[in-house]
């Protein structure tokens, strides 16, 4: 049966943990818009193809409002990070999204990003160090691509790093659909909200240099900037989205760059393709994880389909990266790809905010891999990595190396 | 070549300042990109047009 006569379960199941499963290509050529069921039973319509998601993506019509009624939910348990209640408290569109989109931005441009380049590196070299008087084989997941992004948010947010674990905890109700049942979840989710509002309410007394602190000296929203709700609220989302989104790709990157040992020479031979390599990972990510839900508030049309008012939509960013029609060689990964117009971090308004902030990292790790460890090599065939199921942001379950 | 930036649809992220910093910066107070030099020279074309292609906002437009 082809693909366009069933109704896909979706996540489509891949054995392979850098590889993608087969139906993308199909759905791309022949079902673009397809009917997909999700892990709780209801359907949703999946876009595979880059222009489509692109542009669904950029368009305010579909939003972000997950918690509709009508709207599906991605697991029995709700919908993890995207349907929670949580996110409604930050606006989700329209001036007020953008009021709050420049007051968080700030501290996420290129120029602070590249001034955190020294400490980070600095980080990195502790980690790997470490895991080198581990002896090999090490695992590169644990050793170094979790602590890294975690460390990294923490010093930006003010937040102690060595309450790590609980956020792991707390992030991990979030981000994975299926793993955990609703009254765990909720009990997780009302720990880290009293958590977040006990720290805020130390920063307000006794504020440090840190984003938390800096918002609220900005003032409440008479004075342009964020309530209390908001800023913990912020603060928590922050802290998700830079945890594991970074971490799992650390893990990734660093395997599918190892998996053809030749794309590790080339890099040892010219350092200079980092920047590429790094979006060239990025694009080719097989296991980016569940893709992006929107909720249709109006009928509209998708290339050529109507899709009626309260219509869930799931984009695949990872299979639209793949898509030929905007890629040459789309399948091929070639470290000097220029320009890179990938769509993981999204596309529009509501794209990616710490985008600049994982690519440094991303970057960062890199850089420090290929001078301290040219000898790197995955300690597994590539074909035995695994998976983590259920996640809403794909990662595998160790990165075994040696060096 | 003339660079011009739509503010209002810069979603600040950056990806200019990391390709064409010669080009590009962003304001600190809100990290909408600014362009520094609106007529770039030849050797910053190619840079220029990486990251037009690639703003994920498509808020840069090239004249």
Redesign the interface.
Known sequence: MSVNEQVLRYPIPSDAALDPPAEWAELRKECPVAHVKLPSGDTATLLTRYDDVKQVL?DPRFTRQLTAPDAARLSAEGGGVFSNEMATIIPDGGEEHQHW???V???????R?SALRPSMTEIAEGLIDEMVAGGAPGDLRASLGFPLPVYVICDMLGVPAEDRDRFSYWSDTLLNLTRYGKEEIDAAQAEFFQYMSGLVAGKRAAPGDDLLSELIAVGGPEEGGLSDLQIVVTGMGLLVAGHETTANMIGKMVSMLLADRGRWESLLADPKLI?TAVEETLRLDANAGFGLPRYLGEETEVSGTVLPRGTTVVCSMAAANRDESAFEAAGEMDLTR????HLA?????????G??LA?TELQVVLEVLLRKLPTLELAVPAGELERVEGLAVGGLRTVPVRW | MKVIVDEDKC?????C??IA?EVF????????AVVLQAEPGADQHDAV??AA??C???AIELG
Do not use: Y
Not at chain 1, 338 to 341: D, G
Not at chain 1, 345 to 353: E, P, R, T
Not at chain 2, 25 to 32: A, L, M, P
């Open positions: 950029a989109r420049r007051l931005g700030r501290w996420f441009t290129a120029k990003m920047r220029s320009p890179n117009p971090f999204g596309a529009g308004a509501h794209s990616c905010l985008q600049a690519r | 979603c600040g992220a950056g990806q300042v990391l910093p910066d962003q304001r600190d107070d809100d990290g909408i047009r990486e292609a690639v994920p906002g498509a």
